[in-house]
């Protein structure tokens, strides 16, 4: 059985890997072995299970292509209500430890999206963190068919897209096609990494409570919260616990 061919576990429309510790999930996606993931890393929350849109139908198109990953607290829940060691896999850390793991293994790395000094901050960061890393970068106002020369030209081998959904999905899909490598689409990824942005204190990361530190440094995200309460009540109904 190839090595990706991975148990996963149906919640909504998706199927999701359970994987115990960020550590797994990296040592499973970049094995010692040398062996690659052709495909996207796609977080899963609670949001994409309950809310149908342009970018979840996109992200179900890709199916075996995929990794799904439970970047959301509350799928990591449904995951361990069924018996299974599962953690949550925030997409930002994710994407930096999977960066960390290209460096060891020698692998060419491509930053797609954001603004060029964003884009640009990221690099120059990594840059300094890694001496010697392989990276390259496109902002994201490029033509997107530069975008597909250049991923022609370079033949990266992990490629992270951070230009918000649906559009990095849709990206990846099409990139997919006509190379081979890990995707991974990141969202507002390099605007934490870049210090443009701050992440919630640890102690609301692990106790499930990011949403209410974004909520609170950004009230205008109140309606983004909706299919989150919608979520809940399908929850205390059973919807997700089978």
Known sequence: MHKFLRDTHKIGSFNVSAFSSLKEAVEYIFPESGERFF????????????????????????????????????????????GLASERIAGVELWEASINRCFDLNRKILLIGSSEDINKTVARLLCQRFPGIDVSRINGFSAEDDIVEKVRKEKPDFISVAMGSPRQEELISRLMKIHPATYMGVGGTYDVYSGAKK????????????????????????????????????????????
């Open 39 to 82: 495909g996207a890393l796609i977080a899963v929350n609670a949001e994409k299970l309950v809310k149908s849109t342009i970018s979840t139908e996109v992200i179900k198109n890709l199916g075996g292509k995929s990794i799904f990953y439970a970047d959301g607290y509350p799928v990591a829940r449904i995951l361990k209500s069924r």
């Open 199 to 242: 992440r919630a204190p640890k102690l609301l990361r692990n106790n499930g409570l990011e949403w209410l530190y974004r909520l609170g440094t950004n009230p205008t995200r109140i309606l983004r919260y909706a299919p989150l309460a919608k979520f809940y009540l399908l929850w205390v109904c059973g919807r997700y616990n089978i």
